[in-house]
């Protein structure tokens, strides 16, 4: 079990880095879905005692989203928006790598005051959590593109379910998919004000907006 | 004292380093449909360029000519330091690690000495990119030795590489496979290898190591050529110890196992070559700067 978590964990922060340093948006996107993919399958594993009907809806309701929909969506908004390269980012990609090791050092330091808490929580998916937060707030304010905030915010998102699944125990499935849910109906909307700053700025470049239309 | 003798180290890097050059073209031949070059065909350019007189240039100090040889001394003495097929290194001790990376710095440093003392543009430009990529590549082999270093608790070369077997391979999975990939990168990068610099091109503007030896001649190009070639046994060593655990303790199947290893990674290497384009000059930095974020992220996902 906990090798299993720990390969999650560590191909999970092979993604981090690889959104944190990739320019082209197409592969962004497609590293996203791994990420997504993978921290869907933590439920499967951390729920060791009984894998019921709850936690596999769960885990497939997310890989079905994040591993297949968001990207779907994403991709077909980076088509529609003629956006394939975050050219040049307020924070290079090397710089941002860089802040990614000190992030993960943060996160690791923040998750060893955490784990008196959440005595039951598996160390290294808080830690892992606590660094999704950190990279998806990086990425949205470090990146020119709305497109590339919105996979920041989902970064978040991934690190937030993480975060649920191992502390809070027994979260009714009601709640978990409604929360789903809220992330969908998040990255629509999101991808059509991407697609309406697209259509009426020319580009979906969120320096320019400063220059308002009437 | 797995059986096979102290020397079996030292002598196969010294009698098989430029094979592995060889077998790199051969596979790159062979992917693009030619037949390459012949296997020995490293030992005949550095046999020719043995046979030739050097020519130095009126401006150059003897710098130029310690340069080569320097490298190729701090290359032979890193070979001391390298366990290989379950052979304990002939000088091992505590800390051999950071000499291993100092020593492969001091070769460095006196081929980017001599390159400028040539006092030519081009190579100044070399030496410029090779310290530059070298500044982010050693702190990347630190810490992926590093991170050998905390799984394995042992704190030599020797006792490191005698550790690594299937079980800890089992029970540090994502670290070692994450360090086994930063000596990959490590290797490409270090050789100059294709995504970062192409070894067959002369053109300069595209170029890091070659750069640097374009006014070397005669002997000492065979020396630079042969070091190369060492240079990439060597590192070599550190990737194939670690992804091919094989210890079985007969020296014959460890010994086979290894060399296996070595000519497995010659045609990774060459594959490499041949699907990948040269990354532009300024992707580089990141390229390496990925590579130590592999042995980082080793180190912390140990940590925890």
Same mark, same amino acid.
């Given at each position: 079990?906990?090798? %299993?978590?720990?390969?999650?964990?560590?191909?999970?922060?092979?993604?981090?880095?690889?959104?944190?340093?990739?320019?082209?948006?197409?592969?962004?996107?497609?590293?996203?879905?791994?990420?997504?993919?993978?921290?869907?399958?933590?439920?499967?594993?951390?729920?060791?005692?009984?894998?019921?009907?709850?936690? #596999?809806?769960?885990?497939?309701?997310? #890989?079905?989203?994040?591993?297949?929909?968001?990207?779907?969506?994403?991709?077909?908004?980076?088509?529609?928006?003629?956006?394939?390269?975050?050219?040049?980012?307020?924070?290079?990609?090397?710089?941002?790598?860089?802040?990614?090791?000190?992030?993960? %050092?943060?996160?690791?330091?923040?998750?060893?005051?955490?784990?008196?808490?959440? %005595?039951?929580?598996?160390?290294?998916?808080?830690?892992?959590?606590?660094?999704?937060?950190? #990279?998806?707030?990086?990425?949205?304010?470090?990146?020119?593109?709305?497109?590339?905030?919105?996979?920041?915010?989902?970064?978040?998102?991934?690190?937030?379910?993480?975060?649920?699944?191992?502390?809070?125990?027994?979260?009714?499935?009601?709640?978990?998919?409604?929360?789903?849910?809220?992330?969908?109906?998040?990255?629509?909307?999101?991808?059509?004000?991407?697609?309406?700053?697209?259509?009426?700025?020319?580009?979906?470049?969120?320096?320019?907006?400063?220059?308002?239309?009437? | *004292? &797995?059986?096979?003798?102290?020397?079996?180290?030292?002598?196969?890097?010294?009698?098989?380093?430029?094979?592995?050059?060889?077998?790199?073209?051969?596979?790159?031949?062979?992917?693009?449909?030619?037949?390459?070059?012949?296997?020995?065909?490293?030992?005949?350019?550095?046999?020719?360029?043995?046979?030739? !007189?050097?020519?130095?240039?009126?401006?150059?100090?003897?710098?130029?000519?310690?340069?080569?040889?320097?490298?190729?001394?701090?290359?032979?003495?890193?070979?001391?330091?390298?366990?290989?097929?379950?052979?304990? +290194?002939?000088?091992?001790? &505590?800390?051999?690690?950071?000499?291993?990376?100092?020593?492969?710095?001091?070769?460095?440093?006196?081929? /980017?000495?001599?390159?400028?003392?040539?006092?030519? &543009?081009?190579?100044? *430009?070399?030496? $410029?990119?090779?310290?530059?990529? +070298?500044?982010?590549?050693?702190?990347?082999?630190?810490?992926?030795?590093?991170?050998?270093?905390?799984?394995?608790?042992?704190? $030599?070369?020797?006792?490191?590489?005698?550790?690594?077997? /299937?079980?800890?391979?089992?029970?540090?999975?994502?670290?070692?496979?994450?360090?086994?990939?930063?000596?990959?990168?490590?290797?490409?990068?270090?050789?100059?290898?294709?995504?970062?610099?192409?070894?067959?091109?002369?053109?300069?503007?595209? *170029?890091?190591?070659?750069?640097? /030896?374009?006014?070397?001649? !005669?002997?000492?190009?065979?020396?630079?050529?042969? !070091?190369?070639?060492?240079?990439?046994?060597?590192?070599?060593?550190?990737?194939?110890?670690?992804?091919?655990?094989?210890?079985?303790?007969?020296?014959?199947?460890?010994?086979?196992?290894?060399? +296996?290893? *070595?000519?497995?990674?010659?045609?990774?290497?060459?594959?490499?070559?041949?699907?990948?384009?040269?990354?532009?000059?300024?992707?580089?930095?990141?390229?390496?700067?990925?590579?130590?974020?592999?042995? +980082?992220?080793?180190?912390?996902?140990?940590?925890?």
């Amino acid at each position: 079990m906990s090798s %299993a978590l720990s390969t999650i964990h560590a191909l999970g922060l092979l993604t981090c880095f690889a959104l944190l340093g990739t320019s082209r948006v197409g592969a962004c996107i497609r590293w996203l879905s791994l990420q997504g993919i993978l921290f869907s399958l933590v439920p499967l594993f951390f729920h060791d005692d009984g894998l019921g009907l709850r936690v #596999i809806l769960l885990a497939g309701g997310n #890989i079905a989203l994040k591993g297949v929909l968001f990207p779907i969506v994403l991709l077909h908004l980076r088509s529609r928006a003629n956006y394939h390269r975050e050219v040049e980012p307020f924070v290079g990609f090397v710089a941002s790598i860089l802040f990614g090791i000190v992030a993960l %050092a943060v996160s690791l330091g923040l998750a060893l005051k955490l784990q008196p808490a959440l %005595a039951h929580a598996p160390f290294i998916m808080l830690e892992a959590a606590i660094f999704l937060v950190a #990279i998806g707030l990086f990425l949205i304010v470090s990146r020119r593109n709305a497109l590339m905030q919105v996979l920041g915010y989902l970064v978040i998102e991934n690190g937030i379910f993480v975060f649920a699944v191992i502390t809070v125990a027994e979260t009714p499935l009601l709640v978990e998919l409604g929360i789903l849910l809220d992330a969908f109906v998040a990255v629509f909307v999101m991808g059509i004000a991407v697609f309406h700053i697209t259509r009426e700025f020319g580009s979906a470049d969120v320096d320019q907006l400063t220059t308002l239309r009437g | *004292m &797995s059986g096979l003798h102290w020397f079996f180290s030292p002598l196969c890097a010294l009698l098989l380093a430029p094979l592995l050059s060889g077998v790199i073209n051969r596979t790159k031949a062979f992917v693009a449909g030619r037949r390459g070059p012949p296997l020995l065909q490293p030992y005949r350019d550095v046999i020719k360029a043995l046979r030739r !007189g050097a020519v130095y240039g009126d401006t150059t100090t003897a710098l130029v000519r310690l340069g080569p040889v320097v490298n190729l001394a701090a290359l032979v003495a890193a070979l001391l330091l390298l366990p290989f097929a379950g052979v304990p +290194a002939v000088a091992g001790f &505590s800390g051999d690690l950071i000499v291993l990376v100092g020593l492969l710095a001091l070769g460095r440093f006196a081929t /980017v000495l001599a390159a400028l003392d040539t006092g030519a &543009s081009f190579e100044g *430009m070399g030496a $410029s990119r090779e310290v530059h990529f +070298a500044a982010l590549a050693e702190p990347a082999l630190l810490l992926a030795l590093a991170t050998l270093t905390r799984v394995t608790g042992a704190t $030599s070369l020797s006792a490191i590489y005698a550790v690594i077997g /299937v079980p800890i391979w089992a029970h540090a999975l994502p670290t070692l496979a994450l360090v086994a990939m930063t000596f990959l990168v490590l290797e490409l990068v270090e050789n100059s290898r294709i995504p970062v610099d192409d070894p067959t091109t002369h053109l300069e503007l595209t *170029m890091i190591h070659e750069v640097m /030896v374009l006014d070397h001649t !005669g002997p000492d190009l065979a020396i630079i050529q042969y !070091g190369a070639a060492l240079k990439l046994w060597v590192l070599g060593v550190l990737l194939v110890g670690l992804a091919v655990p094989v210890r079985t303790g007969n020296p014959w199947l460890d010994g086979a196992a290894a060399l +296996a290893g *070595m000519t497995g990674l010659a045609i990774v290497v060459g594959i490499v070559e041949s699907a990948m384009a040269r990354y532009r000059l300024v992707h580089v930095p990141q390229f390496i700067v990925g590579a130590a974020t592999l042995a +980082a992220v080793g180190f912390i996902v140990l940590l925890v």
